[in-house]
DNA sequence: CTATATACTTTGCGATACAAAGTATCGGGA
DNA sequence: TCCCGATACTTTGTATCGCAAAGTATATAG
């Protein structure tokens, strides 16, 4: 038996390098923008300071979930990101546990209290 | 103009008290016995060791999100939880922009034509 | 040729998640 | 009675991390 099997609230699916609230909104924007998105762009779309935003996207590129292309545009730095194939894929993975959590809190608040017995928790 | 209206991505009601990969397991489960859940129940349910319930536990506590009761049963600690109203409001509040995040994500990975079967990530 | 703006990176620090060790009690054996 | 392992937590130590402030560099305007 798994370690999920017996602790179906453990979540571990939720991957620490996602599971960031400045680096969901960071993987949301590229995922709408598969083309990438600039520094500035995604700096504005996420609300971020200069200094976080390079923070997590060194953290995203090192997890090897995002691609930072640095280049630059006449002389001025100009730094494009986009999602790898990965790490669409990861975040998506991510997106499905995520749903999972939102159903399951959803269901335990739609319905009264179950007794322990029925979830299987004390044996049975 | 709002921070939040020109940053769409910001996400900004992820409470960081219940972003957090352990705790979402914490709430949920509380979400699912309003009657209370005890310490060890909380534990399997989770897969948390004993420092990190205890520690997740005083965190979820001192934000007044769940009502800790510590007593005896016989001479033995017996720790009971529950959520509290505001703890439930908050959480539910927290669920609400969760699943936003899901949609904004993935009505971004519907829009782009992926020629790789991995269609339908969500929903039905 | 200062001043301000853009485009980032680096540094410093306070907070925190997690694990390991600690405290205390109970229920068996030998 | 005296261990020995299990239960039920708490405390401590550490390594990480998010965030803000400061730093570097170039471009443009007055």
Chains 1, 2 share one sequence.
Do not use: W
């Not at 960071?26 to 995604?42: C, Q, R, Y």
């Not at 996207?57 to 640095?70: C, H, N, P, R």
């Amino acid at each position: 038996m798994s370690k999920t099997d017996s602790a179906p609230f453990s979540y571990e699916g939720l991957d620490r390098v996602i599971h960031e609230k400045a680096r969901l909104g960071l993987l949301t924007s590229l995922m709408a923008h598969p083309k990438g998105l600039a520094f500035a762009d995604l700096k504005q779309l996420c609300g971020l300071t200069d200094g976080n935003l390079s923070r997590h996207l060194a953290v995203l590129q090192e997890a090897g979930l995002v691609d930072v292309t640095k280049g630059y545009e006449g002389n001025r730095p100009h730094t494009t990101c986009r999602l790898t194939k990965t790490g669409r894929r990861r975040f998506l993975d991510y997106l499905a546990v995520l749903e999972r959590l939102v159903r399951d809190a959803a269901k335990a608040a739609g319905r009264e209290a179950p007794p322990l017995g029925r979830l299987g928790i004390l044996s049975t």
